[in-house]
């Protein structure tokens, strides 16, 4: 029986197989920036504002706050569960956008409630050809301080384990690829630096993973350079033209890459300053970056984003046919299918929690009004597997229906190659009657390649991921992750937001071992769920049958389309930030599969085939067997996004006791299906409700739920703890007036995210001094 390094492998970004598989690294840097702030109680009051229309309350908001030039995004809406107005504004200076100038105002009846801002306060820049305070190399420098951190003094052996990560990372991410990006700007020095193509070419030197692909990069540079094109078209930002440059023949990328220029700011002690760059969208095998590269020197990465985490408004004057026009207005629909999935159904965790049953064909009526096997003939994508009726005179209908893994939320299938098609890979076909039950025998391909078993089961495989994926979709639907906000599906109904974008769901990905990931660009763009085989048993176990581990890539989706708005996939990219969006997976799954008997859990551990997981501690209230604290990112190895993660996580798991000890625990997270009017039964799941307020779950797993998600879209982007903390904090007031307050503080406090908690020198890689609070706010400390 084989182990695995899990909890050191998982935590840092470069990802390397055990065998011949593709290697992944995954590039995630960039500044904090001192002036950012999230304001819970704003100075700016109602009587400044003489209307209850929220853009009318933002503008004029905004224009006693700021006197700086913005637009606001055409993602900003209004939820539907809360009433609360999302408002997403993006700064311009001189008419360039400050790609990560933000301000996003949370508003309801007529007040603005709260606001994140990462405004740029300073004058306009005199020149482009400043060199920013913050980019790869010292990024890199911050890295390799974490580094020594870990080899030096007396330590126990896994941090000795860590610290071979952390140089195996040091070298993959830094060292090597900067000295090439240095030996081709040696030899290539005279070239025109504000070419587009130059700065697509030095970062993909930087980023790819492959040493002989870069040796090639490096060795041809202009040759590489010459083959290139350069396109360019015009999009409208609010109400101004830009010019986007779309760049064909990048090696390593799988799509043409588009570049324009925007303004970034970088730190200067608790200040910032601008500087121009290229914003470059590249698409690789196993990526999707939003890199930030100098216009000046397109050899200095300033920020990136890798997009993928280790996790429309009809046009004008058209029309909605009569179902879409029942479905926009809220109406449920009777659509009862048959068909089956014999699957470890919801709430069983992997092949050790149960066994499997046959399931009836279900969906939540809300969110999946047509089923899971239903598409709209106008959003399939071309190509695709054959429907019912293809081939004879229904060939002309509205809606197509699928027999095989291909729906409207998600489409599931094989991708054993690990390439980037995937429309005509393999998935089963269960007939008209869609009877998706597909044999399971591990031990029936003992005599062959253990890497080859799961194969034999490949049709189970796929149905589980398609079953579980959709549970996601529709459970994280009724809580509020809908069109409007960003969710992932091919056809919205005319329910708002951009549609053609389910996930596309890879099982038994061959591009890799031990791992899985989900790639999350902005909204109308579809999400990537790669799930790998784990080669840490005999035979290899599928990551697919580990609903723990899928939920927590898919919550990789929810979480950045929330944070920051649908339409910026760049909040949630490296330190606290980027930890918590690792850490949310982590509480969902681990809240998904609770009972109401208390139990610990672990996470990954049935296919990482050990007790305690892939992380340091199980999720457990005991400080005995999980002593994480805010403190804890302190330690040596805490520097990765996974390992700040299971800190956010276990915080989340303490405070959603709390909730259960005072409120109580519903037996299904799911809310009850809607009446033919659209209108929701209260029943056992929702407090009575009060006229002209939004429903409230009554139980403390299922309230728990909605607050932690309802805060994602109220936090701003790049949030910290103390922001996701106090958004939660804040989403319990607009839901039950406040009645949470001291337990929400409580349980946050007994893990040293009280009032008194602080952060001295943080650094963009989650580093600084953090010093536990254990303190409640004043109204609290009567009941300590």
């Not at 933000?102 to 050809?129: K, T, W």
């Not at 980023?207 to 040759?223: I, P």
């Not at 992997?350 to 399931?359: L, T």
Request: glycine share 10%; charged share 20%; aromatic share 10%.
């Amino acid at each position: 029986m084989k182990s695995i390094r899990s909890a050191a492998l998982l935590s840092i970004a470069f990802l390397a197989s055990a065998t011949a598989h593709s290697t992944r690294k995954s590039l995630n840097f960039g500044p904090r920036h001192p002036t950012a702030r999230y304001v819970t109680e704003p100075q700016v009051t109602s009587t400044l504002m003489a209307s209850n229309d929220p853009y009318d309350v933002a503008k004029s908001f905004l224009s006693a706050y700021t006197t700086s030039d913005y637009y606001i995004r055409e993602d900003s809406y209004t939820d539907r569960n809360t009433g609360v107005t999302h408002i997403h504004v993006r700064q311009k200076v001189d008419g360039l956008e400050v790609a990560d100038g933000d301000i996003n105002l949370n508003i309801r009846d007529g007040r603005v409630l709260s606001y994140g801002d990462s405004f740029y306060r300073g004058a306009s820049p005199a020149s482009f050809d400043k060199q920013p305070s913050t980019s790869h190399a010292t990024h890199c420098a911050d890295l390799a301080g974490e580094k020594m951190g870990l080899s030096g003094g007396d330590r126990q052996m896994v941090f000795a384990e860590l610290s071979n990560a952390a140089d195996e990372l040091y070298t993959h991410n830094c060292a090597r690829p900067l000295a090439a990006v240095q030996e081709a700007l040696t030899a290539n020095a005279n070239g025109d630096s504000h070419d587009p193509r130059r700065a697509a070419l030095y970062f993909m030197i930087a980023a790819h993973a492959d040493s002989a692909t870069v040796d090639d990069l490096t060795r041809d540079f202009d040759q590489h350079l010459n083959r290139m094109t350069v396109a360019h078209e015009t999009h409208f930002v609010g109400k101004d033209a830009h010019s986007t440059a779309v760049i064909s023949g990048l090696p390593g990328s799988v799509n043409p890459v588009k570049a324009r220029v925007v303004y970034v700011q970088s730190p200067t002690e608790n200040e910032t300053e601008l500087h121009a760059v290229w914003r470059l969208e590249v698409e690789m095998q196993d990526n999707w970056y939003e890199a930030y590269v100098s216009a000046s020197d397109p050899s200095t990465i300033v920020s990136v984003v890798d997009w993928a985490s280790d996790s429309p408004v009809p046009h004008p004057g058209s029309k909605l046919n009569a179902l879409e026009a029942k479905l926009a207005a809220g109406h449920a629909v009777s659509e009862d299918k048959p068909g089956s999935y014999k699957v470890w159904k919801w709430g069983l965790n992997d092949p050790e929690s149960g066994d499997r049953s046959v399931e009836e064909a279900w969906h939540d009526k809300l969110a999946s009004p047509l089923g899971w096997h239903t598409i709209s003939k106008k959003n399939n994508p071309h190509g695709s597997p054959d429907w019912l009726g293809k081939h004879d005179k229904h060939s002309d209908d509205t809606y197509l229906n699928f027999t095989t893994t291909w729906g409207n939320n998600v489409f599931a299938h094989e991708n054993w190659e690990g390439r980037n098609n995937w429309i005509n890979n393999y998935r089963p076909d269960a007939g008209a009657g869609l009877k998706f039950e597909f044999q399971y025998d591990p031990k029936k391909g003992v005599d062959e390649s253990p890497a080859e078993t799961p194969k034999d089961y490949i049709d189970l495989s796929v149905t589980q991921l398609f079953y579980t994926s959709n549970m996601v979709h529709d459970l994280y639907y009724r809580y509020g992750f809908d069109e409007l906000s960003g969710n992932f599906q091919q056809d919205n109904y005319g329910r708002g937001g951009k549609e053609g974008d389910a996930v596309i769901a890879n099982s038994q990905d061959g591009s890799g071992y031990n791992n899985a990931n989900f790639m999350t660009p902005p909204d109308g763009q579809n999400g990537r769920c790669r799930m790998y085989v784990w080669n840490t048993a005999s035979p290899y176990r599928d990551g697919d049958l580990e609903a723990g581990i899928v939920i927590h890539e898919l919550t990789h989706g929810l979480s950045t389309r929330l944070t920051g708005g649908p339409a910026n996939s760049g909040c949630l990219g490296w330190g606290e930030s980027g930890g918590m969006g690792e850490g949310w997976g982590d509480f969902l799954a681990t809240t998904i599969r609770s009972t109401k008997d208390y139990q610990d859990f672990a996470m990954g551990s049935w296919a990482a085939n050990q007790v305690k997981g892939i992380r340091n501690y199980v999720y457990s209230t005991n400080m005995t067997v999980n002593p994480s604290t805010y403190k804890t990112l302190d330690k040596p190895g805490y520097w990765g996004v996974h390992a700040i993660g299971e800190v956010w996580a276990e915080i989340l798991w303490v405070v959603s006791q709390r909730m259960i000890e005072k409120h109580g625990y519903s037996e299904t997270l799911f809310p009850p299906q809607p009446l033919e009017d659209g209108t929701v039964p209260i029943g056992d799941f929702y407090r009575p409700q009060v006229m002209g307020k939004p429903l409230v779950p009554k139980h403390g797993n299922t309230l728990m739920v909605q607050l932690v998600i309802s805060a994602m879209k109220l936090q701003p982007c790049r949030p910290s703890f103390f922001d996701a903390r106090d958004a939660i904090i804040e989403a319990d007031e607009l839901l039950t007036g406040g009645e949470n307050f001291c337990e929400l503080w409580a349980g946050f406090s007994s893990r040293g995210l009280g009032t008194d908690a602080a952060l001295r020198g943080g650094t963009p890689w989650g580093g600084g001094v953090h010093t536990d609070g254990f303190k409640l706010p004043a109204k609290c400390k009567s009941d300590e």
